[in-house]
């Protein structure tokens, strides 16, 4: 089974500043999707970014970008110019490209999350 | 505006009784899901549901049932059966995109608290 790692439970930046969220996953599939999604107090999920695992090239959205590295197991979320805005619980999940019954095989796996404060 | 609905934004129950959470999303998405979230543990899976009539468990089903008779809903029952309901729950939607991607879109979540 699949599984993701946050394994930082807190982090902080100031503002301005640029700051890097840390995913480990571990998986046998070659074709998978990775994520990014960020809940703000109000506690919507909101979609920040995907990466297709078949691409090499790392996805980018505005001040968000990320650093997949596939061999490594890595997908790691870099912030920049933080804003207070920003400051959110952050989930990486992973998602199988297979729909298997039984199970939460082709659907999200989410991490543990990793808490943001946004000094100003 | 389309989207996903959940009521109540907060709901409080005694201990025993049985209680529904309300999911209805206008995107006519296939699929819709149910998520548990407690502090420190991340969103867990507890049904889904890829079609009309069908649902599956995910990994936490165990006290929880579901149904899906309308495109549009996918209420989940919390039964008495489910050892610590209190928890946030959210519910979300997805639509399948090229190449095999599905976008999963969420509600903005029913926070349940039994004593």
């Known amino acids: 089974a699949q599984t993701v790692t946050q394994s930082q439970p807190e982090m902080s930046v100031q503002e301005a500043e640029t700051v890097t969220l840390s995913c480990t996953y571990d998986?046998?599939?070659?074709?998978?999707?990775l994520f990014w999604y960020k809940q703000p107090p109000s506690r919507q999920m909101i979609l920040v970014i995907r990466?297709?695992?078949?691409?090499?090239q790392n996805a980018t959205e505005n001040r968000f970008s990320v650093n997949f590295q596939k061999a490594a197991k890595s997908f790691s979320l870099k912030i920049s110019d933080s804003q207070l805005g920003d400051a959110a619980m952050y989930f990486c999940?992973?998602?199988?490209?297979?729909?298997?019954?039984?199970?939460?095989?082709?659907?999200?796996?989410f991490g543990k999350g990793t808490k943001l404060s946004v000094k100003p | 505006d389309g989207g996903i609905t959940q009521s109540p934004k907060y709901l409080f129950r005694k201990e025993g009784q049985n209680v529904t959470l309300s999911c209805e999303q206008n995107?006519?998405?296939?699929?819709m899901y149910w998520y548990r979230q407690d502090p420190g543990q991340g969103l867990r899976l507890i049904y889904y549901s890829q079609i009309v009539n069908d649902f599956q468990k995910g990994d936490i089903a165990e006290g929880y049932s579901v149904s899906r008779e309308k495109k549009e809903s996918f209420p989940l029952t919390v039964t008495s059966a489910q050892k610590n309901p209190t928890a946030f729950y959210l519910c979300?939607?997805?639509?399948?995109?090229?190449?095999?991607?599905?976008?999963?879109?969420f509600g903005p979540g029913t926070r349940l608290t039994v004593t």
């Open positions: 979300a939607s997805s639509i399948a995109l090229a190449g095999g991607y599905y976008e999963q879109y």
């Open positions: 999940a992973y998602r199988s490209l297979k729909m298997n019954y039984g199970g939460s095989q082709g659907n999200l796996i």
């Open positions: 998986t046998s599939e070659s074709d998978y999707y």
């Open positions: 990466q297709e695992a078949y691409k090499q």
């Open positions: 995107l006519n998405h296939d699929a």
